[in-house]
């Protein structure tokens, strides 16, 4: 049986059982090179899931909102479990409102691997042993994984996910084909000017569309500090500065419970490589605190607890 | 280097000479703010670079205040509270150790000097450490040069 096949028994499963009242999978989007969420409500619904290399959204970005009319099935692929995880430490959903159907795929298309393609004559987009397959009226071509494959899918090992209620996909654990941070020893070669310089350049072309929040599972407050009236902290306007004040407000709000999905970064219109401070985060945290978001329910929040023997400006 | 770049470097480097450095403090009502107070009342001597905020507790101090007076042009920022241990109010400094840490580390991360920001303990019988902290920040700050902004053009 295929994933897509054991994903739609399961869905219907839940469903029918009355356990969950919708299931957040994804759907055939408009076009073969997209697909997208859908919210699947009842037991013949359930065929309309898809599973292949173009299922890239992080679905997870929908549960604070969807639990609250009833408990919900959702697909998540091993970064995206570590999202719910720390949605569930944050209390912003409950661990018994969700079914996790977590999802280990060999990867994620990433859509720079298509430009060569006439896009509206691509016919499927399928996982192949060694890569991804794409269809077109001349036939298949394999793009191999290197290239097919999103950053974060290259340096995916697959590690088992703390919570998981129904398993999909090969759990093995696998060799990252990338190192996860090598384009941040790339960045840290350079000195703080060029740095300041770097980021001039990146927040420059950010237009404020707040996509990368909107995509975010980290970024789930009612009211996002730019949108606030009362107190301005962050100008709407979008020069440079004002963008890296909110880029950076951003990253500190989601420090310790960004989990590097690159959502962010492929929602971004304009290109900016958003992830880098992700994953400089994650390492910072890693490195100070000692832990890493979304691997263990019995973590508490980065800033949401102490300790007294943490690292000081000034040991005695 | 033409001529006029190296006239215009010069006048730079005149001008950086007489260059002072702008700063702020953030600093905890019951133990920095009063420290600042004794090394005021001892009549110790300390660079004039700083303008205080006096804040509650370091556990107020918000990183977007800091981020907002770099993005405003000030060359240096200091956040000084209680010992760890000591806080007014039990375990604000704690909280803001946390968070400070790692946000010094990213803002070294983003292209800001680490010599532009300072993050330490005073407590309210420490007038002459609050000297040394104000004076060592100054320097570290003038050494590094004016501040050009969050991001360079």
Redesign the interface.
């Known amino acids: 049986m295929s994933m897509e096949q054991e994903l739609r028994e399961k869905a219907k499963e839940l469903l029918s059982s009355g356990k969950v009242k919708v299931v957040i999978g994804y759907g055939e989007g408009s076009i073969p090179i997209k697909s997208t969420p859908i919210f699947v409500k009842t037991p013949e619904q359930a065929d309309c899931l898809v599973l292949n290399p173009t299922c890239t959204n992080n679905l997870t970005v929908y549960l604070p909102q969807a639990v609250k009319s009833g408990p919900v099935a959702v697909v998540a692929k091993p970064c995206e479990v570590k999202n719910i995880v720390e949605l569930v430490k944050e209390n912003q959903i409950k661990r018994e409102d969700v079914t996790v159907i977590a999802v280990s795929t060999p990867g994620i298309l990433n859509d720079a691997a298509l430009a060569e393609f006439d896009l509206l004559d691509v016919k499927k987009i399928s996982w192949k042993a060694d890569g991804v397959a794409v269809t077109t009226s001349q036939g298949d071509t394999v793009i191999p994984r290197d290239a097919a494959f999103q950053k974060k899918c290259l340096s995916c090992t697959a590690a088992q996910p703390a919570i998981a209620d129904i398993k999909i996909g090969d759990w093995a654990e696998r060799a990252p084909l990338q190192d996860k941070f090598a384009d941040v020893e790339e960045y840290?070669k350079?000195s703080?000017?060029?740095?300041?310089?770097?980021?001039?350049g990146q927040?420059?072309k950010c237009i404020r569309c707040y996509a990368c929040r909107q995509a975010c599972p980290g970024c789930y407050c009612n009211e996002c500090?730019v949108d606030k009236n009362g107190q301005i902290?962050a100008s709407k306007d979008t020069g440079?500065?004002?963008n890296?004040?909110f880029h950076?407000?951003r990253?500190?709000h989601t420090?310790g419970r960004c989990t590097g999905c690159g959502e962010c970064e492929r929602a971004c219109p304009m290109g900016i490589p958003l992830s880098l401070?992700g994953k400089?985060?994650s390492l910072?945290?890693k490195e100070?605190?000692g832990t890493q978001p979304g691997e263990s329910m019995e973590d508490a929040p980065?800033?949401g607890c102490?300790q007294?023997n943490?690292?000081?400006?000034?040991p005695e | 280097m033409t001529e006029q770049e190296e006239r215009t470097e010069q006048v730079e480097t005149k001008e950086n000479a007489g260059w002072e450095p702008k700063l702020i403090g953030f600093l905890c009502n019951w133990c920095s703010y009063a420290g600042a107070d004794l090394a005021g009342s001892s009549r110790l001597k300390y660079p004039p670079n700083m303008r205080v905020v006096r804040v509650p507790c370091s556990g107020r101090v918000n990183?977007?205040f800091v981020?907002?007076a770099f993005?405003r042009g000030f060359d240096g920022v200091l956040v000084a509270g209680c010992h760890?241990?000591d806080c007014h109010y039990s375990?604000g400094n704690?909280?803001t150790?946390?968070?400070?840490?790692?946000?010094?580390?990213?803002l070294?991360?983003?292209?800001?000097?680490p010599e532009r920001f300072k993050?330490?303990?005073v407590s309210a019988a420490e007038g002459q450490k609050f000297a040394e902290v104000v004076g060592e920040l100054t320097e570290s700050v003038k050494r590094a040069g004016p501040f050009?902004?969050?991001?360079?053009?």
């Open positions: 840290e350079l703080a000017e060029e740095k300041r310089a770097f980021w001039a927040f420059s500090f902290w440079a500065e004002s890296w004040f950076m407000t990253m500190m420090a401070m400089k985060m910072l945290v100070l605190f980065v800033f102490y007294t943490d690292p000081d400006p000034c | 990183p977007q981020m907002k993005e760890p241990g375990k704690y909280y150790r946390r968070r400070l840490m790692l946000f010094k580390e990213f070294e991360f983003m292209g800001i000097e993050f330490d303990w050009e902004g969050v991001c360079k053009r």
